[in-house]
């Protein structure tokens, strides 16, 4: 049965469609997103809301699903995410190719981290299967795969040990920060851009607040004062964004990684900054309903389908990025790019709900 | 619906076209390339110096180099990448120098993005010189030049106050993108900053627009993707070459910083700091 619409859905919705947005660089919407207001941008949103579903799946202490139920369905979940990204990185080579046949043009070869796939097929390959090799812009599953797998342990230390899970992660999170520790890429050499070992901080956070005790329940009963707190950060960190206005990063004392900015690590000034964010809209949400339903209504299917969504997202940019270069960009085409872009993300939520319906 | 369309339109017509496309490098053979490589080189590098980065390696022995953009790829050489080549070359001519490269690169990376980044790897990396391969990405997304440009001497600037050196290595040739104005804008774009901020540039474009004419005169001329193909191949050898070149030798002619002249010498040939007659930092 279809969920009601909902916080969390459309908030998803919303994420999918800024990174469908953010992933054609240089199109005339993409100053409208809030990633050029804000030190966070859609990844850190779809990722804590991620976590959030997860604890819908994982249900309620007091009403536990089987163990082995609850493995295999987070299991087979990782498995299906696993699957897509394989088969959307495939898509894409493909457009990559056959952008350069038809446009003459080897640079597409070479772009988005491609090149290894193209000019050392047999390492790439392997390493596209073990996730170490990632196309640009096509990062983000694999963390979301990397998160799923450790779903299961989440869930097991959440029934057993609840108050632990989110110092258990804090000290992954600080360990990987004061060390530096990091995934590497294989076999171009280098790091993860999204490093799991941080991220999932994110992950766990969405899990934790979605609950009603511990963490979640206390930030639920004190979200009025959280609010007042956070507006400054958001209103601060936010004229910082805009007008460039950060400290050297060269200047801060050791562990560098503590105080400096950075998405692959999620740095504590982006993560403070991303909670604050999610504390301010948190309140915006029952505003939004009444005065756009209908774009409520809409968004909510896609965050409802976030997966099929994403994954034809991540292939109509990368359409879009080839189609901008070959017409030459300017408004038109952005218009046109961007508007059919979402129009068909709208189609494939619509689809999945439809096909699920005749079932 | 469109994108749709236009994505499987472009497939499909890419599967009517194969046929008579370019196939993927015919492979010519590496010796032949490599000497290529050198004579084309002679036009790639300018007579800047690498102060920082020399003065790292007079005092310390050793030098770090952060290499930020597109991580190049040699794909007929792969035990190792480009930077391992790079690191060797430079320890095999110059003994008793201790070189180590650090790949951050983010292929697919805009100006914009990677100038946001090199500020966070100089502060966790430390490094006496960046190699920083920019443009191609921004090429194809059609950054503005004015706004690439500003990015990029903004970025510099931090840079030289920070005591880092910085080697900037272009856009790559393409014959099909030869008169592409957007395309040739970044490339003057690129220039214009390296002779406003007296750095180095690796003349990737200038090199394998050697190569090409070189096997037009030859009778064999080669394919787009044989020009990327020798491309991958002679990088390694003409950071190596531009980084011997900043850290010890001396041009033969004369002309602004960053411009684009033939010069004395390979790696091999190149004086030591301290020798007298060599490039003083």
């Known amino acids: 049965m279809q969920r009601e619409i909902n916080a969390v859905d459309f908030w998803r919705g919303y994420a999918l469609v800024a990174i469908f947005i953010n992933h054609i660089p240089q199109n005339f919407y993409e100053q409208f997103t809030h990633k050029h207001f804000s030190l966070s941008d859609s990844a850190e949103l779809f990722v804590f809301l991620a976590g959030w579903s997860l604890r819908h799946v994982v249900g309620r202490p007091e009403d536990p699903k089987p163990t082995s139920a609850l493995m295999h369905r987070l299991l087979g979940r990782a498995v299906t995410l696993y699957v897509a990204q394989l088969a959307i990185a495939l898509i894409a080579v493909a457009m990559l190719a056959s952008a350069s046949l038809v446009l003459a043009n080897p640079l597409f070869l070479e772009w988005h981290n491609a090149a290894a796939i193209f000019y050392d097929p047999v390492r790439a390959h392997i390493g596209v299967v073990l996730l170490s090799h990632q196309l640009g812009y096509f990062d983000i599953l694999p963390l979301y795969v990397v998160l799923l797998m450790s779903a299961p342990l989440v869930a097991i230390i959440h029934r057993h040990a609840p108050n632990a899970l989110l110092p258990i992660s804090f000290a992954i999170y600080v360990i990987s920060l004061v060390f530096g520790i990091t995934m590497p890429t294989w076999p171009v050499s280098g790091q993860w851009f999204f490093n799991p070992l941080c991220w999932q901080l994110i992950f766990v956070l969405g899990f934790s607040m979605s609950r009603d005790r511990g963490p979640g329940g206390w930030v639920k009963r004190n979200i009025g004062w959280i609010r007042i707190c956070a507006a400054p950060i958001v209103i601060g960190l936010g004229i910082m964004s805009i007008f460039n206005l950060w400290w050297d990063p060269t200047r801060v004392p050791d562990p560098k990684l503590l105080f400096i900015i950075g998405k692959t690590f999620v740095t504590p000034i982006r993560l403070i900054q991303f909670l604050a964010l999610i504390a301010v809209l948190s309140a915006a949400y029952p505003y939004i309903v009444r005065v756009v339903p209908g774009l409520v209504s809409f968004l909510s299917r896609m965050g409802r389908n976030s997966l099929p969504v994403f994954c034809v997202g991540s292939l109509l940019s990368l359409g879009g990025q080839i189609i901008r270069f070959a017409y030459e960009g300017g408004l038109v085409v952005d218009t046109i790019l961007i508007g059919t872009g979402i129009a068909v993300l709208g189609l494939v939520a619509w689809l999945a709900e439809w096909r699920v319906r005749r079932d | ?281």
């Open chain 2, 1 to 281: 619906m469109r994108c749709v369309a236009t994505v499987f339109g472009l497939l499909g017509w890419a599967l009517i076209s194969g046929a008579a496309a370019e196939s993927l490098p015919s492979g010519a053979p590496q010796s032949v390339i490599q000497k290529q490589c050198a004579e084309a080189a002679e036009v790639g590098f300018g007579p800047v110096t690498l102060a920082h980065a020399a003065k790292a390696l007079r005092e310390r022995k050793r030098l770090k180099v952060l290499a930020i953009g597109a991580t190049p790829l040699n794909e007929r050489d792969q035990k190792q990448g480009h930077y391992a080549r790079v690191e060797k070359v430079l320890e095999t001519n110059f003994k008793g120098v201790d070189v180590e490269i650090i790949d951050r690169g983010v292929s697919g990376e805009m100006a914009r993005d990677g100038a946001a980044r090199i500020k966070t790897e100089v502060a966790l990396v430390e490094p006496d010189l960046v190699f920083w391969q920019v443009g191609v990405a921004d090429a194809l997304a059609l950054t503005p030049a004015n706004e690439f440009k500003q990015t990029l001497s903004r970025t510099v600037v931090w840079l030289q106050e920070h005591n880092v050196d910085v080697v900037l290595i272009g856009l790559k040739y393409q014959r099909s993108l030869s008169s592409n104005e957007g395309f040739q804008k970044l490339r003057r774009a690129i220039r214009d900053v390296v002779r406003e901020h007296a750095i180095l540039r690796v003349g990737h474009y200038e090199s394998i627009e050697a190569i090409d004419r070189m096997r037009r005169q030859e009778g064999e001329a080669a394919s787009e993707l044989d020009l990327t193909d020798a491309g991958s191949v002679c990088l390694a050898d003409f950071l190596s070459r531009a980084l011997a070149v900043g850290l010890f030798g001396r041009s033969k002619g004369g002309g602004a910083p960053g411009e684009i002249l033939p010069i004395a010498g390979t790696a091999k040939d190149a004086k030591p700091i301290d020798t007298p007659g060599a490039t003083k930092p």
